[in-house]
């Protein structure tokens, strides 16, 4: 799901407000792009889905060389 820039704008606050180390593990850069909203089944020690139960996850982007990050969604105040 695309973000608002509404929802960019909390992301980046939410990111600031608990002083993250902006730097990517990657390339070393420190600017990031908010990309989506994605849903993920949790899965079980048996490999399976476990009862359709999901996650919503942001992505965050390395601007530089394009390494993901994921974030839960729900405390960030997001969908």
Do not use: H
């Not at 600017?31 to 490999?47: E, F, M």
């Amino acid at each position: 799901m695309p973000l608002t820039p509404a929802q960019s704008q909390k992301i980046e606050n939410y990111l600031t407000s608990k002083k993250l180390n902006p730097t990517c593990p990657s390339c070393g850069e420190r600017k990031w792009t908010p990309l989506d909203i994605i849903s993920a089944n949790t899965v079980t020690a048996k490999g399976t889905t476990n009862g359709g139960n999901s996650v919503l996850m942001v992505q965050i982007a390395c601007s530089n060389c394009g390494f993901i990050k994921l974030y839960a969604a729900v405390p960030m105040g997001l969908p």
